[in-house]
Nanobody, 127 residues
Framework: QVKLQESGPGLVKPSQTLSLTCTVS??????????WSWIRQPPGKGLEWMGA???????YYMPSLKSRTSISRDTSKNQITLQLSSVTPEDTAVYYC???????????????????WGQGTQVTVSS
C-alpha cells in the first residue's frame, strides 16, 4: 500500500521560498504510469492544483504559479519536492501531495482523479 507523507516548515516569512517534501513509501515513484501532484487548500477556499511530476519526469505547472513553482524528485530517496518562491500571506494553505494515474484536470481538482493522498501539512506565511 502506497503512503504519502508531506513535511516542511509550518511557518515561512513573506518573500522567502517555501520548500516541502513528499516522502513516498510502499512503492517507487518511478514505477507504473503515475502523476505525483502538489495541491493546496487556502483557509476557507477550495483545492488548487499547483503542479505535478510524472513517472517519466515530465513536469507540469499551473500557469498562474509557474513563475514561482519548482517541482522535482529524488529517486534515491523516493521523494517529490515542491519549492514556491516569493511567498505572500495568500500562500497560506494546507499543502497536499497526491498520486493519480492520469494527468489531472489542472483547473478543477477532481478528487476522483487521485487514488492516494498525504495527510497534508499546514503552511502559514507570516512575518
Amino acid at each position: 500500500q502506497v503512503k504519502l507523507q508531506e513535511s516542511g516548515p509550518g511557518l515561512v516569512k513573506p518573500s522567502q521560498t517555501l520548500s516541502l517534501t513528499c516522502t513516498v513509501s510502499g512503492g517507487s515513484i518511478t514505477a507504473g504510469y503515475y502523476y505525483w501532484s502538489w495541491i493546496r487548500q487556502p483557509p476557507g477556499k477550495g483545492l488548487e492544483w499547483m503542479g505535478a511530476i510524472a513517472y517519466d519526469a515530465s513536469i507540469y505547472y499551473m500557469p498562474s504559479l509557474k513563475s514561482r513553482t519548482s517541482i522535482s524528485r529524488d529517486t534515491s530517496k523516493n521523494q517529490i519536492t515542491l519549492q514556491l518562491s516569493s511567498v505572500t500571506p495568500e500562500d497560506t494553505a494546507v499543502y497536499y501531495c497526491a498520486r493519480g494515474s492520469i494527468l489531472p484536470n489542472i483547473w478543477v481538482v477532481n478528487t476522483d482523479e487521485y487514488d492516494t493522498w498525504g495527510q497534508g501539512t499546514q503552511v502559514t506565511v507570516s512575518s
